[in-house]
T-cell receptor, first 113, second 112 residues
Framework: GDSVTQMEGPVTLSEEAFLTINCTYT??????LFWYVQYPGEGLQLLLK?????DKGSNKGFEATYRKETTSFHLEKGSVQVSDSAVYFC????????????FGTGTRLTIIP | DGGITQSPKYLFRKEGQNVTLSCEQN?????MYWYRQDPGQGLRLIYY???????QKGDIAEGYSVSREKKESFPLTVTSAQKNPTAFYLC???????????FGNGTRLTVT
């Protein structure tokens, strides 16, 4: 079945540091890939997405590239801010069958000033 | 503005009681989902529905029930058979075709 493996947290960085959160996946066919962000006490918000190989999703300074050869979708940001502190989830939705969204376990990110 | 509304935000119940969590969307989405989130864990799928009057079990459906009588609404009932019901419950919807899910702000259920 489909699965997503992401970097375990928590991750703590200083403001303006470079961020990478690793995500790899296993899926049938050609899934769409997503990064979601969850702020405390809230639901999940879509951060960025990519729907085919070599696509780069980007939003709010975050980027992730769909790498089919390494089955990866790593999240990066060049200079993090305190307001980026949240839990980040990598997810995929298969284009075959039941269209269930499969999530990674989430990575808690804390940025210290 | 379109979106997903979950109510209430906080819910408290005594053990042995059934409780129903509300989820309403005005996005005209066909598919709706219920997820459970426990501290430090990812999201686990409880039930999903791709069309009115039809729904499927997810990975952890035991102790839960749903209905989908209207496109806009997908209520979740946590029954007394659910052994560990205290959790954060998230409802989501999508218009399918690989589109991303839109999430509500969740309901935190505490059972004592």
């Amino acid at each position: 079945g489909d699965s997503v493996t992401q970097m375990e947290g928590p991750v703590t960085l200083s403001e303006e540091a470079f961020l990478t959160i690793n995500c790899t996946y296993t899926a049938t066919g050609y899934p769409s890939l997503f990064w979601y962000v969850q702020y405390p006490g809230e639901g999940l918000q879509l951060l960025l997405k990519a729907t085919k190989a070599d696509d780069k999703g980007s939003n709010k300074g975050f980027e992730a590239t769909y790498r089919k050869e390494t089955t990866s979708f790593h999240l990066e940001k060049g200079s993090v801010q305190v307001s980026d502190s949240a839990v980040y989830f990598c997810a995929l939705i298969s284009n075959f069958g039941n269209e269930k969204l499969t999530f990674g376990t989430g990575t808690r990110l804390t940025i210290i000033p | 503005d379109g979106g997903i509304t979950q109510s209430p935000k906080y819910l408290f119940r005594k053990e042995g009681q059934n409780v129903t969590l509300s989820c309403e969307q005005n996005l005209n989405h066909d598919a709706m989902y219920w997820y459970r989130q426990d501290p430090g864990q990812g999201l686990r799928l409880i039930y999903y529905s791709q069309i009115v009057n039809d729904f499927q079990k997810g990975d952890i459906a035991e102790g839960y029930s749903v209905s989908r009588e209207k496109k806009e609404s997908f209520p979740l009932t946590v029954t007394s058979a659910q052994k560990n019901p205290t959790a954060f419950y998230l409802c989501a919807s999508t218009d399918r075709g690989g589109s991303p899910l839109h999430f509500g702000n969740g309901t935190r259920l505490t059972v004592t």
